[in-house]
């Protein structure tokens, strides 16, 4: 779980992120499958934006520790 | 060997054995013609113009007409493309009364139905398989005769694996229907700036089909090196097959450029996931050139722009 900053929203489909916690930048892949979240109401993936703070669960990558997919994103305000 | 950000790599083996030792030097049969070396950034002190091509269709071209739509015309006696349910859910559902946050304001996009004319064939649906088998889209486009432009996040993904297994290439296409059929890419190219750094000022890539057929008939971008000055508040263009609308239609929308940096400029030109690669281009005097390639929204939105070593990788790699 990481919990850090959109940096950056890439617009392939699904999304891709960069996201910056406090000590690491991380690329996340988003799945057909995200559950995406604000104040616990699902939201489209399309509400993502640069500057918001989110909670990622997902799956790192074997070969890269700072590449992972996302199964949960919950957009923290 | 220290590489410039610019210097290309590709798909077929040089960059994985590279990043297994980075003291060795490396060999790759496809060094671009320059990198950005040293000096960074390169000044742009001229506008740099290559010219594009509107091909030459098959059997000549359906007259456009009001009403008439060409697809059936064109998919006659051809195996009727079907859909399967896994590209179908790539199509988002948003929550009623949700503007997605990439489409600045008010959503203006308006479909291309005719995209079988210049410049709409062109413009390319990518379906990918990455590296982890999954599938994902973006949007490419022809600048070459068997050369398509997209974003290097599109053909090397960090969070699925790095290099795509396969991108078909689909112009033109609208709906169900593939006016000139498809073709399937498995040489990728992009550069050390993306591959190896992730920095989103270096975010392109191209597909190199395995030959001409598609691309001498569909034709192919020009495309531009602008200063500072020509790029600033030039009205340009976007389409792309945007993941919030009907599986496989291509969605047009325009603005001008508000802002401009050494590698990227900016817009509030509406785009959605999907759109990611497709041209930004400008219209002027008749012509078409791509001045950037779609990457980011956040609304403005923004492309990687090209410079003269994005101007000469593209070069480079159109003529492969």
């Not at chain 1, 919990?3 to 999304?15: A, H, Q, R, T, Y």
């Not at chain 2, 007409?65 to 896994?86: K, N, Q, R, V, W």
Request: glycine content about 12%; charged content about 20%; some cysteine.
């Amino acid at each position: 779980m990481i919990d850090g900053k959109i940096v950056s929203v890439m617009e392939s489909w699904p999304l891709q992120l960069i996201v910056e916690t406090a000590t690491d930048r991380y690329n996340v892949l988003l799945l057909l499958e995200t559950m995406i979240t604000r104040r616990g109401v699902k939201i489209s993936a399309g509400e993502l934006n640069p500057s918001l703070r989110v909670l990622i669960k997902g799956h790192r990558s074997s070969e890269n520790q700072f590449a992972m997919t996302a199964q949960q994103i919950e957009i923290l305000e | 060997m220290v590489k410039g950000k610019h210097e290309s790599v590709s798909s077929e083996g040089g960059l994985k054995k590279e990043m297994e030792d980075e003291n060795e030097e490396k060999k790759d049969l496809h060094e671009p013609v320059s990198g950005e070396g040293e000096a960074y950034p390169p000044e742009i002190g001229q506008d740099q113009v290559a010219e594009g091509f509107e091909g030459k269709p098959e059997h000549g071209e359906i007259e456009a007409l009001t009403g008439f739509d060409p697809s059936h015309a064109l998919t006659e006696g051809t195996p009727t493309p079907f859909l399967t349910e896994e590209l179908l859910s790539l199509q988002e559902v948003h929550p009623e009364g949700a503007p997605p946050e990439t489409v600045c304001g008010h959503d203006d996009r308006v479909q291309v139905t005719n995209t079988t004319a210049i410049p709409w064939r062109w413009i390319c649906q990518l379906i990918i398989t990455m590296a982890n088998g999954g599938t994902s889209r973006c949007t490419g486009w022809f600048f070459g005769r068997k050369a398509v432009m997209t974003a290097g996040h599109c053909v090397y993904m960090r969070g699925a694996g790095g290099w795509a297994r396969r991108i078909e290439i689909i112009p033109g296409m609208n709906g169900a229907s593939r006016p000139f059929g498809s073709q399937i890419g498995t040489s990728f190219r992009s550069v050390v700036g993306w591959v190896s750094d992730g920095d989103p000022n270096y975010d392109y890539g191209a597909i190199i089909l395995p030959d001409n057929t598609l691309g001498d008939r569909v034709g192919y971008f020009g495309f531009a090196s602008l200063t500072d000055a020509s790029l600033q508040n030039l009205l340009v263009n976007n389409s792309g097959y945007a993941g919030d609308k009907p599986f496989g239609t291509q969605w047009f929308n325009a603005g001008r450029i508000t802002s401009v940096t050494a590698r990227k400029f900016y817009y509030m030109i509406d785009t959605y996931g999907g759109h990611s690669g497709s041209s930004v281009w400008r219209f002027q005097d008749n012509q078409r050139h791509a001045l950037g390639i779609h990457a980011y929204g956040g609304c403005p939105n923004s492309a990687t722009r090209i410079i003269p070593p994005v101007f000469n990788n593209m070069l480079a790699w159109r003529s492969l």
